[in-house]
C-alpha cells in the first residue's frame, strides 16, 4: 500500500459529509414481480454504507439500477446532484464503480489488462492514435500501465500482474475486481458481496482493503452476508426485505432492530445479549452458504 | 542405466513395447537411416507413376519426403539418446518427437507404396526396394513403441489410451536462458527460411500424391517440433525479436515471387494472399470482438465492385478511372460504409442473432449485385455477369500487367499483383497488431469475455462493435480492390456464404477457427491450407467439402484452440514457465516506459 494512491488521501470525514450517490424512489419491477419497492438511499463521501438483506431482498437488483445495468420502472438516481442516464457506461464515466456478485473478470485476459480495461473511462486514445503510436500515445499508454501498477499493488495483486485472470484463486480473483472498479477513479464505489467464498483471514484483509480505500476518499456501498464484517465496517447499513427499506441507521441501530433480526431467522428477538451475536454469525452463514450455492448454479 | 532385467521390467510397465531402452534408441536410430537410405532405391518398375521412382541411387519425388524423414527421425533418436549438441534439438526431452517422426516417415512411405499399387494395379508393381522401403520405415516405430510414456504408472487405462494421452501432452521445457541476440536472429531467419522453402514447395507440387504425402509430412514433423518443446522455444524467441520477426516474415513472403519461374503458381499465391488478408481482417470482427459474422464476404465483394467501377472497365457504369491507391481507398472506404449500414441495426443483438442477421446480409449483397443488370433493376453492377475486362493498374508508372524483369528474374502478371497484395497484407497486420494491443484492443476483447462487465468498465459496447465491424469491413475492402484487378472481373456467384472455392464467408470463418483466433499468424496459416488443399487435391473435387468438414471437426475435436493458440492460450497452458514470460512482459514494460 504505497504510492500516489495513499497520496490524495485525507482524513476520513466526518458522517455528515455532502452528498455522493442519491437514489430516489428507485421501483424496479419484472412483469408481476416488484424486486426493489420504493428505495431511497443516499452515499455521502467518506463514507461506507452498507446494505443488508436476506437472498432474493432485491440487493443486486438495487445495485443494477444505481449503474445502469437496469432502467428503474421508476424513481431516479442521482451523482453529485445530476441525474444519472441509465446507461452503464454513462454511470462508470461518472464516477461509479462496481463489482460483481458472481465474479465477472474477463478471463482469458491478463490481471493487468483487466485493470487496464477498468481504466477505459479515464483514457481516451482513439483507433487512428492506436494505430500511428505517436508519443502522445506510448505516453498514455505507459501512464495507464504504471496506474494500474499502482492499483494492483494496492490491493497486493502486482506480482501476479501477467497471469491469466481465470488462473487466480477465488479470493484474489475478488480482489482483482475490486482493483479492476479502482482503476475507473471513482467516486463511488459498489461492491457486491465482496467476502463471498472466502475465509475469515480473507475477510479481514478485505475489510482493510475497504477502510484503506474510503480513506483515499472514495465513498463505499457494500452489500453483504457477512454481519460481523458489515456492523465493523459500515458507518451507516440499510435493511432491504422484500425490496423495501426496513430500517436504516447506524451498526447499532440496525444490529438491534427485531425486524431485522426476524427478517433473516424467521423467529422473534429473545433479547439474550449472548446469544445475539451466536444468532447474527449463523444467520450470516447459512445466508452466506446460500449465496455460494447459489452462484454455482449460475 | 540399470541392469537389462530390470530396464525390461519397467519399461514393460512404462512403455507400449517390452524391450529395453538402450535396444529401443539403437532401432529408431538405425531403422531412421535405414528408411532414408530405402528412398536411393528404386520402388516401382515403370516411370507411369508420377515423379519417377524406378531410379536407383537417386530418390525422386516422393521418396524425398521418406528420406526427409528418416533423416529426421534418426537425429532425433541421437538427440535422445544424449549426443551432445544434438540436446538442444529436443529441450522437452519427450520421447513423443520421435515416436511421431516415425509414424510419419512410416505413413509418407506407406501411402507412396499404397498409392502406386492402387494406381498402377496391385502390389505386383513394387519392386523389391519399395518392400524394403516399408519394412525399413516399421523399424523407429517400433523403437520408439519401446520408449517409456509419461504418466501415472499403474493407472488402470490401457497403454492405448496412455500411449495418446502421452502424445498429446503439452511439452513442458524449462527455461533456458537467451541466446545472444545474433544467434536468436539467425534462427528466426533461419526458420523463415525453411518456411519459405516449405510453403514453394507445397505450391509448386505438380501432382496430387506429392501434395499429400508432403501434408503427411510436415503434420507430422510439425507435431513432433512441438512435441519437443521447440515451437514453444521459437515463440518465446520471436516475442523477443517482435519487429526483426515481422519484417523477416515479409521479406520471405516478397521473396517468394522470385522462387517461381512462371505465372503457373503465383497466381495461387496471390489468391492465398488476398484469402488470407480477408481472414486476418475477419479475425478482428471474430477474433478480437468476439462477433459472429457470417456474411463477412460481402465487404471483399464491396471493395472488389467498388474497384472494378472506378477501374474504367468498358463495361463499368462509371465511365471513370481512379489511380490504384485512390480506388483502394474508396473501396476501403464503401466497404467501410456497407459495415456500418449493417452493423448499425443488427450490432444491438447478440450472438446468435447477429450470426443470422449477418447471414443474412451478406446473401442479400449477391442477390442484390446480380439483380442491378438494367433489367430487374438499375444497371450498376452488370447483373450475374458481372463487370468484365477491369484493365491492369499500374503503380508508380509500373504497369502490373506485363511481365518485367529485376535483377535477373522475370516478374509475371500474377507476381505484381502478389507483391501489390503484400504491401495491403501489411497493412492489415499492421491494424491488427497496433490495434488489438491499445485501449480499443482491450475493449473488444472485454466485449467478447464479458458485454455486461465491459459495460460496466465504461465501455459503450454498441459503438465498440460498431468499430470493429467497419474496420474488418474496410480492411476486406482493400483486398477487393487488389482481387478485382487480378481476376480480370468481378461476378457474384465467389461472394457467397459456402462454395467450394475460397474465399466465401464459411472458408473465411474457418480460416480464423482454424489457424487460431485473435492471432496475426493463425489466419494467415489457415487461409493458406484452406486454399492450397482444395487446390492441389483435385482429384477429391465432390468430396472437397465432406473432407473440409471432417477435417474441422477432427480439428475441433483435439485442438479447439486452432493450430496457432494466441498468447493468451499459451499463458493458460504454462503457468509454470512464468518465468520466462514476464521478463518478456516486463522487457515490453520497460520500453513502454521509456
Ligand atoms: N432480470 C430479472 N428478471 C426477473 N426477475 C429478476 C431479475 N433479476 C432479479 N430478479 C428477481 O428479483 C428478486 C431480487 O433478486 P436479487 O438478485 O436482487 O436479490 P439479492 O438481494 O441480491 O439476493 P442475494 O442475497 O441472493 O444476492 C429475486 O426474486 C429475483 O428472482
Ligand atoms: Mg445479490
Redesign the interface.
Known sequence: MTTTLTENSTAPEPAASTTLLEAKGVIMRFGGLTAVRNVDLTVGSGEIVGLIGPNGAGKTTFFNCLTGLYVPTEGQVTYKGTVLPPKPYKVTQAGISRTFQNIRLFSNMTVLENVLVGRHTRTKEGLISALLRGPGYRRAEAEARTRAMEILDFVGLAAKADRLSRNLPYGEQRKLEIARALAGDPGVLLLDEPTAGMNPQETRATQELVFAIRDQGIAVLVIEHDMRFIFSLCDRVACLVQGEKLVEGTPAVVQSDERVISAYLGTPYDGAPGSEEVAEVQAAEAAADGATSEEEDR | MTTTTETTRSAVHRAILPIPITTARALIIIGGALTAASAFLSWTWTSAFPGDLTVDGYPGGLQWLTFAAGVLTAVFGLAGHGIRGLRRLNPAGSSSAELLLAVGGLAVTWFTLGAISVELGGLVNLTVGGWIAGIAALVPVAGALGLPIEGEPGSATSRGSALWRHIKNHPSIKPTRPLPAYAEILIIAAVLAVGLGLFTYGIDTGYGELFVGFLITVVFGAWALYSAGLTDQLSAITARHRSVTAIGAFAAAAAFPFTQSSDQYTSIGVNVLIFATVALGLNIVVGLAGLLDLGYVAFLGVGAYTAALVSGAATSSLHIVFPWWAAALTGAVASMVFGLLIGAPTLRLRGDYLAIVTLGFGEIFRIAVSNFDGVTGPNVTGGPNGIPNIPDISVFGIDLGKSHSLGGFTLGRFSNYFLLMLLFTAIVV??FT??SD??????W??IR??E??????????FRFKL?AFA?GAGLAGLAGMVQAHMAFSVVPDPYQFAGSVPPNSAFLLAAVVLGGMGTVSGPLVGAALLYLIPAKLQFLNDYQLLAFGVALILLMRFRPEGLIASR??Q??FH?AE?PI??TT?EAG?TK??A
Open positions: 499492421l491494424v497496433r490495434a491499445s485501449r480499443i484492443g482491450r475493449a476483447i472485454a469475455e464479458d455486461t462487465a465491459a459495460l460496466a468498465m465504461g465501455i459503450n459496447g468499430l474496420l493468451r492460450r499463458l493458460e503457468e512464468q514470460l514476464q512482459e514494460l513502454a516506459k
